[in-house]
């Protein structure tokens, strides 16, 4: 099935970090390399999937930088403490905000009033 494709390939570049970055499962080495960009990665498959690979990124200790739509900050939410919300209210300029998770909960909250 599709969420079974999806797992094997976090399960897959999971695997692929930890031998690129000589890491290993649940140690913490201070010397290693632990920043990942994921562009768009979770867009499209599954709450599960995306909770699966996730949590495998969190077991190696990895730093991610996640670029996605808003459809799975739900999500993703549990798993960063900080948020770069891009928005571009007239159409004309994008700007960038740096929110904490708290800071996006209470911004997304103002909207919804």
Excluded: C
Excluded at 11 to 22: H, I, R
Excluded at 85 to 96: A, D, H, I, P, Y
């Amino acid at each position: 099935s599709g969420g079974q494709k999806e797992k094997l390939a976090y399960t897959v570049l999971a695997a692929s970090l930890a031998y690129q970055f000589g890491l290993e499962w649940g140690s913490v080495r201070s010397k290693s390399f632990r920043f990942v960009v994921i562009d768009e990665a979770f867009g499209r498959g599954s709450d599960e999937s995306t909770r699966y690979g996730l949590k495998l990124f969190s077991e190696l200790n990895l730093q991610l930088l996640i670029v996605t739509p808003l459809q799975k900050i739900h999500i993703i939410e549990p798993y960063v403490s900080m948020v770069g919300l891009v928005t571009n209210e007239e159409g004309n300029q994008s700007r960038v905000r740096n929110l904490t998770m708290n800071e996006y909960r209470e911004l997304k909250d103002k909207r919804k009033a």
